[in-house]
């Protein structure tokens, strides 16, 4: 009885989240085809690119279903990292870290290559959220890593639309040099590095830490204030309430995934102790 709950459950998240990603398809092909947004291709470049990289990596390295899909996330948050630190460290260079800053420049401006650099990654979260649906690499009623694709495609796409909050975006990306480590985690685990004593790992576990506080919690709490504190700037229309409905999501998820990742971290140290004990 358990399972045929489960498998109804996954069967309907399967169905709502296909239908989801099906409607945003079609929303970016009208997109480009009817209104001749030839801009929005780098949403499409960017799904091929890291389908041909699955192909490639499928055929060359492991058939592996999660290895695959998390080899290729790893590649996306090397690519989105190096992209969002050479565009943040450009435009510093441009106009100067305060007023890179100002509320004009986040809303209604676009930095150099930001523009790209974003549909480049939705074109990701597209295939991603594809690959796992295909090969049912989620778990759980309401997956929360396919929430979150559905929310980044979401506001990223309808912020790609009237070109607005681009700037806002990409300093969300910022937590992608988190995500490196994550996926550097589950490879390693998968390859069967798992001796927490290693000092590999332990080097991998800190600099994880690290990430995590500053690149993904810190920075989007602060990006969340600046929300709040610059609300009276924002005009009437929905770029204010999408990006706090956006921030509130992704901060929750935060602690989700800092939940997550305090258990496994204890799970390997338990893990360790406990094979000590057994040589003893």
């Not at 996926?183 to 790992?201: I, L, P, Y």
């Not at 990006?243 to 496994?264: E, Q, R, S, T």
Request: charged share 15%.
């Amino acid at each position: 009885m358990p399972r045929t709950y489960q498998s109804s459950s996954s069967n309907k998240s399967a169905t709502f989240f296909s239908a989801t990603l099906l409607l945003w398809v079609v929303s970016v092909l009208f997109e480009i085809v009817f209104n001749k947004r030839r801009e929005l291709l780098y949403i499409v470049a960017g799904g091929c690119f890291y389908q041909i990289a699955n192909w490639v990596i499928r055929v060359c390295v492991s058939r592996d279903h999660l290895f695959v899909n998390t080899s290729v996330s790893l590649l996306h948050s090397a690519i989105t990292s190096t992209s969002v630190v050479f565009i943040l460290v450009n435009q510093c260079s441009i106009t100067g870290f305060k007023r890179m800053f100002e509320h004009t420049q986040l809303v209604y401006g676009t930095w150099p290559w930001a523009y790209q650099a974003l549909c480049f990654s939705c074109g990701y979260f597209a295939y991603d959220q594809w690959d796992m649906l295909h090969y049912r690499l989620y778990t759980g009623f309401i997956p929360a890593i396919l929430m979150h694709h559905l929310i980044l495609l979401i506001c990223f796409t309808l912020a790609l639309y009237r070109h607005i909050t681009i700037n806002y975006l990409i300093l969300t990306l910022i937590c992608e040099l988190h995500s490196i480590f994550l996926h550097v985690r589950k490879v390693r685990r998968m390859a069967g590095v798992r001796d927490a004593k290693s000092r590999v790992v332990k080097v991998e576990w800190i600099l994880n830490w690290i990430m995590f506080v500053f690149a993904r919690l810190v920075s989007h709490v602060l990006i969340t204030i600046k929300l709040i504190k610059d609300a009276s700037k924002f005009e009437n229309g929905v770029e204010w309430p999408l990006a706090m409905f956006g921030m509130a999501g992704m901060n929750l998820l935060n602690v989700f995934l800092g939940i997550d990742l305090f258990n496994a971290f204890k799970k390997e140290k338990k893990s360790q102790q406990n094979n000590q004990k057994r040589r003893e």
